[in-house]
């Protein structure tokens, strides 16, 4: 810039000495074409500052999103973290059920056994016979009442035992497949 003074100055001093109009002319189309290619520079380096100002632009967005992404995937992790806490407390609860029914299982597959048990003893008379050994007609409807009453607790300790058993294989299904959301929650993490 200073040089471009001096020059000026120059050329000021020279035209005051008595250059001639052809010199100053052919002065004068040198500086046009010397300020021509100066803005041509300055319009590069503006161009230049506009691209750099756009990259950095986009890089400020970009840092944005992943910074926004950090914290969407650091709540995931967290939210993860939370669910594996519930899959595993509905796991002990899972387990603890499945413990008390198998101990209500084995009770009453207990009780049925005794049952087949005491029945096999007595097998050697039908009910059909124990009703005809009646004395009369008013031990007759005790005994029908009783034979009815001991074949609905037998039929509904079946039912129980059968309902128990297919409770447990449920229970441990269910546990199979707790496992393995929480075994499948932690590898997301």
Known sequence: MCRRLIAAIALILLCSCGA????LDSL???KDAELKKLREEIAEERKRISELEKKEKDASQLLAKLEKEEKLVRRLVASLGEKEAM????LKKLRDDLRS??????????????????????????PWQRLLGA???DDLVNRYRYLSAIAEQD???VQEVRRRKNDIEKNEDEITETLAQVSSSRRQK
């Open 87 to 90: 899959l595993e407390r509905q």
């Open 28 to 30: 004068l189309q040198a």
């Open 20 to 23: 001639s109009a052809q010199s």
């Open 135 to 137: 004395r009369n007609f």
């Open 155 to 157: 039929a509904k300790l």
């Open 101 to 126: 029914s198998e101990i209500i299982y084995q009770n009453r597959l207990a009780i049925l056994s005794r049952r087949l048990r005491e029945l096999y003893k007595d097998g050697s008379q039908a």
